[in-house]
């Protein structure tokens, strides 16, 4: 087969391109480290075990969904992903150890689109928090958490 | 040039397989004629003041879209229900949104801004358990014209794939209630 060496850059070129494309924008929370990502069933674990320190668990997503299902015990702050459920944050944890566990989620969304864990989890980091982890809900609160028949809270 | 041809088909796979990954959903369907559970009925209030009740729609193939300004996938999709509204209205298709917003104000902003033909009711939480638990989004509920749910969508809606469950409604409502062409629906 003859190919033209410009044509195949070309070619290579574009399909990287498209690429980057689909693998960046909308998927802000995969830029969330695994080292601070903790898994369902993790959480899952710490919430049935009596010793050890309790994390706070707090829900920046939507009040709607929280109403209808949450962690037991987990606070509602508000979307993380507008400027009034940032402030939120921030006034909630001021007085809080910079060491305290904190539990971020939403589960609104596929992880990929979540708009709200990512803006939470930098501004924990910002202010100095080092023991923050981001609850990895892969689909939504619904199939990866309710449906596994994990412990569910509702009302406000 | 072998390595060339190499690295464009592994990223022709992985482009693939990214959008396959993207347009992934859970679908729960239900064929004509098979049991089916009613959809259960609601009066919320509509973004434009008034109130929208469900069973006014009987008759109709409904798709009932739960969806919220700030979900990025439902935001993608609803050019496309737009589309779909204008291009089956005549044979009696009618989309209601329901918003899981919090506050209605980004909704009627979206709802101007997308030029969206179909109406927006704001849903609360009583809603979203009568339909099992609305615990993500975007849910949609494609509804027959007997009022019965015929498919649950989970995630981001394949178009192609509910424009063929729309047309196979269409295709079991017998021919003397199917609506003339010049019956059209205001909402």
Avoid at chain 1, 30 to 48: C, F, G, H, N, T
Avoid at chain 2, 16 to 25: G, Y
Avoid at chain 2, 70 to 81: G, L, Q
Avoid at chain 2, 97 to 117: A, E, H, I, L, W
Wanted: net charge neutral; with cysteine; hydrophobic share 40%.
């Amino acid at each position: 087969m003859n190919c033209n060496p410009h044509a195949n850059k070309f070619v290579l070129s574009a399909l990287v391109f498209i690429l980057a494309c689909a693998t960046c924008g909308a998927h802000q929370a995969d830029a969330i480290p695994e080292s601070r990502r903790i898994k369902p069933e993790e959480l899952v674990k710490i919430l049935q075990t009596s010793s050890g320190e309790n994390p706070l668990i707090i829900d920046v997503g939507s009040h709607v969904l929280y109403s209808q299902a949450h962690i037991p015990g987990s606070e509602y702050i508000g979307p993380a992903a507008t400027t009034d459920g940032l402030q939120q944050l921030r006034k909630r944890v001021q007085s809080a150890p910079r060491g305290k566990f904190i539990i971020l989620y939403c589960g609104c969304c596929p992880w990929a689109h979540c708009p709200n864990v990512k803006p939470a989890d930098e501004a924990l980091q910002t202010l100095g928090f080092t023991n923050v982890k981001v609850l990895y809900i892969a689909n939504n609160f619904g199939s990866d958490w309710v449906a596994k028949g994990y412990p569910v809270a509702k009302g406000d | 040039m072998m390595s060339k041809k190499l690295v464009i088909g592994f990223a022709a796979v992985i482009i693939v397989f990214l959008f396959m990954l993207a347009h992934s959903r859970f679908r729960e369907r239900h064929p004509p004629g098979s049991h089916r559970s009613l959809a259960p009925d609601f009066v919320l209030p509509d973004i434009n003041g008034g109130n929208l009740q469900l069973s006014d729609f009987r008759g109709k193939v409904v798709l009932l879209d739960f969806w919220a300004t700030w979900c990025e996938p439902c935001r993608e999709e609803t050019p496309h229900f737009v589309e779909l509204q204008d291009r089956y209205r005549d044979q009696g298709l009618q989309i209601i949104g329901v918003s899981m917003d919090d506050d209605d104000t980004p909704v009627r902003q979206f709802y101007k801004q997308f030029k969206v033909n179909y109406p927006v009711a704001m849903g609360n939480a009583k809603i979203g358990e009568l339909y099992g638990g609305i615990l993500g989004l975007p849910i949609a509920f494609l509804i027959a014209p007997d009022g019965s749910i015929h498919a649950r969508h989970d995630g981001a809606v394949n178009i192609d794939i509910i424009e063929a469950e729309i047309n196979e409604l269409f295709a079991s409502i017998p021919r003397e209630k199917r609506p003339s062409p010049s019956a059209e629906s205001n909402h």
